[in-house]
T-cell receptor
Framework: GNSVTQMEGPVTLSEEAFLTINCTYT??????LFWYVQYPGEGLQLLLK?????DKGSNKGFEATYRKETTSFHLEKGSVQVSDSAVYFC???????????FGDGTTLTVKP | EAGVTQSPTHLIKTRGQQATLRCSPISGHTSVYWYQQALGLGLQFLLWYDEGEERNRGNFPPRFSGRQFPNYSSELNVNALELEDSALYLC?????????????FGDGTRLSIL
């Protein structure tokens, strides 16, 4: 079956530090990959996505590259801000099954 | 454009009771997805409705059920509530039967079982 494994949190960084949140997956076929962000007290928001191997998704300074050879989709940002403090979820979408699989989420806290 | 709306925001029940959670998708969206976000367990896929039919369900017992109405809104029903059902329940919607992961989520209903 499908599974998503995320780097365990919580992650605490200082403002302007470099961020990496690791995500690896197992899946049948060719899933699409996503990162979602959940700010305190809110629902999930799509952050970025990649639909095929070697695609790079980017948004708000965050980037992730779909690496089929390593089955990974690591989230990166060059310089984090306090406002980036949130829970980040990696997810895959299996089109044939119409089913999503999410990682457990990684809590990021950025301190000024 | 109004986003995905869920009600109620919070719901407090006791063991053995029944809970009904509601979701209104974005206008024009025909698919509704339900997820459970339990503490320490991440986000788990529950149910997927499209055009009024259940298309897929996650690994949850039958006491988790739902339906989709002709206006594409949806209800999630949880019978015989257990303590471990305490979680945030998220609803998401999208426009097509096939295609990508739903990208529009509601703010969720926090269900607490006492």
């Amino acid at each position: 079956g499908n599974s998503v494994t995320q780097m365990e949190g919580p992650v605490t960084l200082s403002e302007e530090a470099f961020l990496t949140i690791n995500c690896t997956y197992t899946a049948t076929g060719y899933p699409s990959l996503f990162w979602y962000v959940q700010y305190p007290g809110e629902g999930l928001q799509l952050l970025l996505k990649a639909t095929k191997a070697d695609d790079k998704g980017s948004n708000k300074g965050f980037e992730a590259t779909y690496r089929k050879e390593t089955t990974s989709f690591h989230l990166e940002k060059g310089s984090v801000q306090v406002s980036d403090s949130a829970v980040y979820f990696c997810a895959l979408w299996n089109t044939n099954a119409g089913k999503s699989t999410f990682g457990d989420g990684t809590t990021l806290t950025v301190k000024p | 454009e109004a986003g995905v709306t869920q009600s109620p925001t919070h719901l407090i029940k006791t063991r053995g009771q029944q809970a009904t959670l509601r979701c209104s998708p974005i206008s024009g969206h025909t698919s509704v997805y339900w997820y459970q976000q339990a503490l320490g367990l991440g986000l788990q896929f529950l149910l997927w409705y499209d055009e009024g039919e259940e298309r897929n369900r996650g690994n949850f017992p039958p006491r988790f059920s739902g339906r989709q109405f002709p206006n594409y809104s949806s209800e999630l029903n949880v019978n015989a509530l257990e303590l471990e059902d305490s979680a945030l329940y998220l609803c998401a919607s999208k426009i097509t039967l096939r295609g990508e992961q739903p990208q529009h989520f509601g703010d969720g209903t926090r269900l607490s079982i006492l």
